[in-house]
DNA sequence: AAGTGGTCTAGACCACTAT
DNA sequence: TAGTGGTCTAGACCACTTC
């Protein structure tokens, strides 16, 4: 998974993402399309696609017959829900130093629903990881990672169960996370949930019920997350369907 | 807002997602590109962007040099986060008869955060219209819109007050939702809420604090909407940013 | 009327997967 | 090596906004 150098659409995506973040475009007007493809030396075509991209995520707005602009809420989200890869990530986003605890590594018998939702006869050895992701010494994210041990094609090195999930499953499993089928479900925090992540018992939490597939469409991990909403709020742009 | 005839790119996309969902292709295998185009009778670039858009909302996936192929898990998402744009709709799509109780209609100053978020001075006046949504007599979501008083060019029809809010917007506001930027805040219900919910008070339940933006970027609505989650679940696909 | 984004075409070449 | 999806080009026409 090392592959490619960045395509033509991503560098233009990357250098208009500058220019607008540098406010380099007065008054919010993005030049025409034609006036870009002339000026970067690209087709329209590619023009187009790093625009749509931009769109997409929210930075810029288009209005037929009458230009491009940029989208200056849109501009502002930071934790995107849809681009969520690592809470790493998120977290420097954010422009807080991330730290990972380990809080425990151990393998137990599946039960249900992490069983069917891994694909694995119930009772069978799955891998639990319990993490707590911290930013600036306070913990924002509790997590449970259940991997069916039958995937581990080496033994867990205990100094690298601090890397991201997604680099864990290439090391330990030679597997690569695609995508996230996620459920978002609203909980008070137990006791323990609560101590771990700092706030009081029965404080109310969004929880991601999560399954991770890889490129095969195979489910790869189960994982169960608490937020501190005080500390990281999921914000998302909702568009009609099919615009 | 009546224009256009479905594009061609929307006619694909259509037509292709009634042979998935019909099991029309063996083994989930999905046509080539080329050959669906000579198929259709369309280019090559219409087929990928309809399939695109079938990726993207996680109907298919692609493999380079392998072929494409029907998600089995995607398609089971009803409830996409991205896509909801009013009510009514998700409900349809869960199968049930969906209806609405208009539980007040008042007008009030705006305090903050609502004043600020709507671009209007605190004090200013705001129409709060206070909504149930029930499927098949249960109670699922209970709403708040708050628009600016400002905009409404006629006085509000009682008797058409139960409509979505973008058809409610364009009647009486000559104002189109474009899209929302929606935080996800968990809390817990209270007695009031419960109660219109029919849940238990102090019940988790899912928060929508969202701004509802025209296409001029202008914000015309601050909604806050309540879940009850035991009927209805967010779902969303989350991937590799930038992918 | 001029300029913009929206849609669509036909064709080229590349990277990757299968066999 | 043949076939697939991924990227990119150059150009056409349309719908819409703006002046």
């Avoid at 809420?73 to 130093?97: A, F």
């Avoid at 993490?131 to 039958?150: G, Q």
């Amino acid at each position: 998974m090392i592959t490619r150098s960045p395509s033509l659409t991503d560098q233009v995506k990357a250098h208009l993402k500058e220019r607008i973040v540098a406010g380099d475009f007065e008054e919010g007007r993005i030049p025409s399309e034609t006036e870009l493809a002339a000026d970067l030396g690209v087709s329209r075509t590619t023009i187009r696609d790093a625009l749509s991209r931009l769109e997409q995520e929210g930075s810029i707005y288009r209005k037929q017959g009458a230009g491009t602009f940029v989208n200056v809420p849109g501009l502002q989200i930071k934790s995107r829900l849809e681009e969520i890869w690592s809470y790493e990530e998120v977290m420097e986003d954010h422009g807080y130093t991330p730290s990972v605890q380990v809080l425990g590594i151990e393998r137990e018998a599946a039960i249900e629903p992490f069983a069917g939702d891994l694909g694995i006869e119930p009772g069978g050895e799955v891998l639990v990881m319990e993490k707590l992701f911290l930013e600036d010494a306070l913990p924002v994210v509790l997590t449970y990672n259940r991997i069916p041990a039958a995937y581990l094609q080496k033994d867990v090195d205990p100094d690298r169960s601090d890397q991201p999930l997604y680099a864990f499953l290439e090391a330990h499993c030679d597997r690569y996370l695609a995508y996230y089928l996620s459920e978002i479900v609203p909980v008070v925090l137990d006791a323990y949930q609560a101590d771990q992540l700092g706030v009081a018992p029965n404080t109310p939490a969004i929880c991601f019920e999560e399954i991770g597939f890889d490129q095969e469409n195979t489910p790869v991990v189960r994982s169960t997350s608490y937020f501190r909403d005080d500390l990281l709020r999921f914000r998302l742009i909702r568009r009609k369907a099919g615009a």
